[in-house]
């Protein structure tokens, strides 16, 4: 689907040179002479590297639709995690460099939205809130006030956060995927 320059948005998937790219920023710029752009910073999904590209309203780019299907996660070895499909019950594998960081998140079962482009994986959208156990902590110090103070801890999947000074080792968390920060104690 083509969309004109000053459509382009953060998040988006588009098409440019021949490559595939996620758009990182944009920026709207009008300067004082001549007409207004859009500045936008984008990274390619299969060379792994960053283009700053100006488009103005009058050009035109191919906006990538994908195919977005529900898998439940299963396992991972060394290099891959495996899904399985809800409905088909065919299993994928997807190397762990394209799940990145969020990967440690997984639990078995958990429900995952996965993007296709041509039948391969691109993104892998976990829910916006996991569960998770707290590792270990640091003890509270008498006399903190509880807005102006976190202490680090490490979760059980080895995951470092941010936590308010109430939360114990052992105690279980809900934390925010998508900000990798804390959300409450249940």
Request: hydrophobic residues 35%.
């Amino acid at each position: 689907m083509k969309i004109s320059g000053n459509e382009i948005r953060v998040g988006m998937l588009i098409e440019h040179k021949d490559d595939l790219w996620q758009v990182l920023k944009t920026q709207h710029v009008k300067p004082g002479k001549g007409g207004a752009f859009a500045q936008v910073e984008m990274k390619s999904v299969n060379k792994n590297t960053k283009l700053n590209e100006r488009f103005r309203s009058s050009d035109t780019v191919e906006k990538v639709s994908l195919d977005e299907i529900k898998f439940n996660f299963l396992y991972q070895d060394e290099t891959d995690y495996y899904f399985i499909n809800q409905k088909s019950f065919e299993q994928i594998n997807i190397k762990k460099n394209i799940v990145g960081e969020k990967g440690k998140m997984l639990t078995e079962n958990l429900e995952v939205n996965i993007s296709f482009y041509n039948d391969r994986p691109l993104v892998v959208d976990l829910p916006n809130q996991v569960t998770c156990k707290i590792k270990s902590t640091d003890v509270a110090l008498k006399g903190q006030t509880v807005s102006s103070s976190y202490k680090p801890a490490t979760l059980n999947n080895g995951i470092n956060i941010q936590v308010p000074p109430f939360v114990e080792s052992g105690d279980t968390i809900i934390i925010d995927t998508r900000t990798i920060e804390y959300i409450k104690k249940i």
